[in-house]
């Protein structure tokens, strides 16, 4: 499909039914997509969004989702750009007025991926405990973070434990993490707000497919980075999501929704996206 089928009505791209919105979002794929790194893509979209007024800008990106609903590819791809700043920025000011005009001027699409609800877990009083690194006292901050950035992982047990942001912020960066360490971060119960802050900093794990899940899979995760990440599943994710009856109703519903718009197509390989 060319460039300029973006934002139209019909075209070769199967899927369910028409677009609701003729949106020119074409401009939008084509810049985010001209950007190799997700990161990059993420912060370009950021600025996209703060460059001019919201009004303009909640129409065109919900017509993206629409487009991604229905399975249009180029679409699907930038959408992971969009998730993960959504993820990121869920308790902004924008995402908030974001949802509030989404839901003022029935924008399904972009909707379904900011409906908020509560948990017990976001009143939780957090564990500051420092995890005993075996050395006889107690490890200061600094210290902690010198042993997360340090290129073995003979501390990795204690650090995955450690409650301080910036031990997990320096832990995340290591090149020596691997996927399941961040799958152990992801599945803590309960899930600690900082802790998950942090994590939504990091778009290349968030994307991950065992990341990913664990993440929505976790009832204590906030509902700003469980719901985003609901929109890059597979069928077969959302089947699973919608069968999970320790998550909350409202991100059940979320991914019902997407499952019955959603084409029996492939998913994003996003981890080409890294």
Not at 132 to 150: H, K, Q
Not at 250 to 255: D, E, F, N, T
Request: charged residues 25%.
């Amino acid at each position: 499909m060319g460039p300029g089928a973006l934002g139209q009505i019909g075209g070769s791209t199967p899927h369910r039914g028409k677009l609701r919105y003729v949106t020119d979002f074409g401009p939008l794929v084509r810049s985010v997509l001209a950007i190799q790194e997700l990161s990059l893509r993420r912060d370009w979209l950021c600025s996209y969004v703060g460059s001019q007024p919201l009004a303009g800008r909640a129409i065109v990106l919900n017509g993206l989702c629409e487009a991604a609903e229905c399975g249009e590819p180029r679409a699907r791809e930038a959408l992971v750009a969009l998730v993960v700043l959504l993820a990121r920025d869920g308790q902004s000011p924008w995402v908030v007025e974001l949802r509030e005009r989404a839901t003022r001027e029935c924008l399904s699409s972009i909707g379904r991926l900011l409906r908020h609800y509560p948990l017990e877990s976001e009143t939780i009083t957090e564990d500051t405990t420092v995890p005993d690194y075996g050395v006889g006292r107690e490890l200061t901050l600094g210290e902690r973070r010198s042993l997360a950035r340090r290129p073995h992982r003979a501390a990795f047990d204690k650090l995955l434990m450690d409650p301080h942001p910036l031990v997990l912020e320096q832990l995340l960066g290591n090149p020596r993490l691997t996927e399941l360490d961040v799958v152990r971060i992801a599945a803590r119960r309960p899930a600690h707000p900082s802790t998950m802050r942090q994590l939504s900093t990091f778009s290349g794990w968030l994307v991950r497919t065992r990341v990913r899940l664990t993440l929505i899979h976790n009832p204590g995760a906030p509902c700003t980075l469980v719901v985003p990440l609901i929109a890059l599943c597979t069928r077969q994710e959302l089947r699973e999501i919608v069968q999970d009856p320790t998550l909350h109703p409202v991100a059940r519903s979320v991914a019902n929704e997407l499952f019955e718009r959603r084409p029996p197509l492939g998913p994003v390989d996003s981890a080409e996206l890294q």
